[in-house]
């Protein structure tokens, strides 16, 4: 299957919490109004602007353990490969929120709004968290319709960059899912444009599989080891 | 005197409408605008970098204060232009050729500019060359280079290396930050320091400067 979504902006607009959280505000922290003042302004100009895409393509295994080795740059042991390789289904995606979001915040920055302009910076990183939660949810129910994903299996994604794997992978991924057709563009840098962009594979199979130790060592340099919430959520779905 | 307190403290409280009012009423006043910007808005402006390093207030509140700092900064800066009032420092931000992260480099140009610090912002993607070409034309004091990912930290090398060759290696300071670096990479490539965030990077600058 290949399939591009449009993907609705009020639908992965964030909680605010969240966003307090990105701009660097503890949770146990009681912000001002003026601060969520900004924060809600910025959800509603996220909602207004963003223009959430994504593209997904199922990849066979073979035909992924070439995108994945990438230019041969990634770490000699990483999570991903042993878990792709015991994995039933993968598909790669990438979701974009958009160019106007980037556009306006550098307005605002340049309007010297830069309390507005860093709000929706973190809104719009959110969202396309949110966009890529969102397909990885897509996916579960495309395999759950054909009845292809029964409660003993999980669903996990990972990107290039993050967890040993290699951020030159991008290249092989965007010749193989043309995420182009959505508006996205690499660049030799592997930078992908709209910046406020994730590309990735999700890898579903049996639950065990993706349970794993944060002891490679990369982690070393991670900042949120975020696996270990994900693959608790993985065994508690 | 009290107004330059009153300056300070409107600043403070991200009253930018109130810090443009009373800067311009300093200045009817005939104060200096050198002593407005330092005693008035670079002092507000720094107690607000000291509650931001001991989590009193936080980002936003940080950026409500630059907003206000700026409306001051406005009105005094075509007069210190005039009267040929050198800032205390000038230095030449960027984020490296190959990369378009620019809000983290943003948020440094606003704290070095908060704390009167002259900066030139050549945007992102900017080549190895222009940062040196720009910081020996502009005689500026520091380099400031940003990038977030790993495949364009080399980049960072190559300004150091560019550097050497005009000479001006040692005479300009070169500092770096993003989220994938560190102090061991900065040191590898010959870069004068690292730096996690605006605050620190302030207080390295005014270091090179020896001015803190
Ligand atoms: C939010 C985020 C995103 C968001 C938004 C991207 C953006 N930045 O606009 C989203 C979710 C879209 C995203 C996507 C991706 N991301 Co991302 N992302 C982050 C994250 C968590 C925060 C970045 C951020 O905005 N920080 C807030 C700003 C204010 O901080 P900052 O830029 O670091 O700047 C501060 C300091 O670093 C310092 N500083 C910065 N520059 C300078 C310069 C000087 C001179 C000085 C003194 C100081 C200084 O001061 C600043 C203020 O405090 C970082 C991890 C991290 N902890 O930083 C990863 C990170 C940048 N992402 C990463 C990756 C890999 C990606 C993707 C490639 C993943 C993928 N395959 O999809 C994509 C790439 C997107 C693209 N366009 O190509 C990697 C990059 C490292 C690498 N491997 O190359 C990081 C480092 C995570 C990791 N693996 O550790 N990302
Ligand atoms: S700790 Fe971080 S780098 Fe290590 S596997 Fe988990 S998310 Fe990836």
Redesign the interface.
Known sequence: MREIIEIDAGQISPSIESVLKCQGIPENAIPDTRILRLAEEAISLFEEHGRPKAILREITKKDFENIYRGEGKNAEETPIESIYNSSDFLALFAVTVGEDISTLISRLFQENDFAQGSMLDSVASESAEKSAQTVEAIYENYLRQRDSFPDSYGILRFSPGYCGWHLSAQKKLFDFLNPEEIGITLRESCLMEPLKSISGVIIVGMKEIFKFEDNYWFCAECEDHSCRERIEHVSNS | MEILKQISESLEK?DFNRVGELTQQALDQGLDPKVILDDGLIAGMSIVGQKFKV?EI????V??A??AM??GMDLLKPLMIKENIPSIGKVVMGTV???????GK??VS?MLKGAGLDVIDLGNDVPPAKFVDTAISENADVIGISTL????MPVMGEVVEMAKERGVYGKVKIIVGGAPLNADYAEQIGADAYCFDGVNAVDCVKRFLGAG
């Open positions: 991200g989590h936080f980002l936003p509140d950026l409500l630059a907003k700026y409306a050729q190959g990369d378009l992260h620019d809000i943003n948020l606003i990912l790993t495949t364009t």
